[in-house]
């Protein structure tokens, strides 16, 4: 069985530093928005502003969890045909309407994998898992890394999403659970938990000699 994860620097450097950049949105920004929204809801010519604005975002959310430029695009392009299809049932819950898109990409990009019954790519950058090992309290090194890979390797689908949202990707916790579909206080519980359950299974992995267990 292929791993789950890619360590890939030069994708994920480049897309974190320009998510970066389009981290922080206003109150006022998210209300301008919601303006723009209503009206594409009304009429579907009015999304055009919308698409252009966050297709280059959602395509870098794809890609880096597909590491194939022709299968993320063909994937951001469904993202936007639903989100479109579905835009009349939208609601503004005070985050960018770009976490409903991420939703809906995370959705579709799982149903490719199911399809093709194939691992997900997961990229990872050096910097981020020293921001995990930071997190865990644990000092960073080599050895450490490695168990680090192997387990987060071995966790469950739900649990790698909720740690890429939160590390890998830096997202705040009021996105990851409307990305998630749960409330903001379960995100923080959940992600927590999961990080516990590394702490374990990198114990586990440094006594067996590199093998992930199954918790």
Not at 49 to 78: G, H, L
Not at 130 to 146: Q, T, Y
Not at 168 to 197: G, W
Request: with cysteine; hydrophobic share 40%; net charge positive.
């Amino acid at each position: 069985m292929l791993s789950n994860l890619q360590i890939n620097r030069t994708l994920v450097k480049s897309a974190i530093q320009m998510d970066k950049q389009n981290k922080t949105v206003s109150s006022e920004s998210m209300q301008e928005e919601w303006v723009q929204i209503r009206a594409a809801q009304e009429n579907p010519a009015a999304f055009r502003p919308i698409y252009d604005r966050y297709y280059e975002q959602i395509f870098r959310f794809i890609f880096r969890r597909t590491a194939n430029q022709n299968v993320s695009a063909d994937i951001c392009s469904q993202v936007f045909l639903k989100a479109l299809q579905k835009l009349s049932k939208y609601q503004f819950k005070g985050v960018p309407f770009s976490a409903w898109l991420y939703r809906i990409a995370s959705n579709e990009v799982a149903q490719h994998y199911r399809d093709e019954k194939k691992n997900r790519v997961v990229s990872i950058e050096t910097t981020q898992l020293s921001d995990l090992i930071d997190e865990m309290d644990e000092s960073d090194n080599e050895s450490l890394r490695k168990a680090m890979i192997t387990a987060i390797d071995s966790l469950k689908p739900a649990d790698l999403k909720m740690i890429e949202l939160r590390f890998f990707e830096q997202r705040p916790f009021k996105e990851i659970a409307d990305i998630a579909d749960i409330t903001e206080s379960n995100a923080k519980v959940k992600t927590y938990r999961i990080l516990e359950k590394l702490k374990k299974k990198i114990i586990q992995i440094t006594k067996q000699g590199g093998r992930a267990p199954e918790l």
